[in-house]
C-alpha cells in the first residue's frame, strides 16, 4: 500500500472513530435530559407521557398525607393556578415543608398522579428553585389578568 493510501485510511478511520463518539455522546446527553413544567403546563398536556421530567411549585397547605409505613406519601403542588397530586415513597429532604417550594423528578403515571422518584427542597428562608419561582409568577400573572378581565366584564354589564 502507497503512504498516501495509508495516510487516507488513517483519516477516514479517525473521522468514523470521531463520528461514532459524538453520537455515543450526544446519546447520553439526550438520554439524561430532564425538562422542568409546573402544574399548570402539565394540565395544558405540555409535559412527556412516560418520560421523566421535574414538575415544581409550592406544596399546598394542609395536602401532606402519610401512609401507615411512614415512608410513603401523597402531597399536591401547585403554581396557584393548577394543583398536581404527588405520590412518592422515600425520606423527605429535611427541608420539606407545607407552604414552601419543592421540586420533584418523576414520570406522570395513566391516573394523572406524578410519580416522584426524588423530591427536592428549598434551601434557606428566601430561596424557591428559579424554575418554581417562574411558575409561581407565571401563575399570578395569569390569575391577575383573568381578574382584571372579569371586573371589565362586569363593568360592561352594568352599563
Known amino acids: 500500500m502507497k503512504p498516501r493510501h495509508k495516510r ?8 468514523a472513530i470521531l463520528g461514532l463518539v459524538a453520537t455515543l455522546v ?27 421530567f421535574r414538575i415544581g411549585g409550592m406544596v399546598k ?6 401512609q401507615s409505613d411512614g ?5 399536591v403542588v401547585t403554581d396557584t393556578d393548577k394543583d ?3 405520590a412518592y415513597k422515600g425520606i423527605l429532604p429535611d427541608l420539606f415543608r407545607e407552604g414552601k417550594g419543592v421540586v420533584a423528578q418523576g414520570k406522570l403515571g395513566d391516573d ?8 427536592l427542597a ?19 400573572e395569569r390569575a391577575a389578568a ?4 372579569a371586573e371589565a366584564a362586569a363593568r360592561t354589564i352594568k352599563q
Not at 394523572?112 to 423530591?119: I, K, R, T
Open 8 to 15: 487516507i485510511t488513517l483519516i477516514i478511520g479517525g473521522l
Open 26 to 52: 450526544l446519546n447520553a446527553f439526550q438520554s439524561n435530559l430532564v425538562f422542568f413544567f409546573s402544574p399548570t403546563q402539565v394540565a395544558a398536556g405540555e409535559a412527556p407521557r412516560g418520560k421523566s
Open 61 to 66: 397547605e394542609g395536602s401532606l398525607q402519610r
Open 71 to 75: 415512608v410513603t406519601l401523597r402531597f
Open 84 to 86: 398536581m397530586t404527588v
Open 112 to 119: 394523572g398522579v406524578f410519580a416522584a422518584s426524588e423530591v
Open 122 to 140: 428549598k434551601h434557606d428562608e428566601n430561596y424557591m428553585p428559579p424554575e418554581a419561582a417562574k411558575a409561581v409568577g407565571d401563575a399570578h
Open 146 to 149: 383573568n381578574k382584571a378581565a
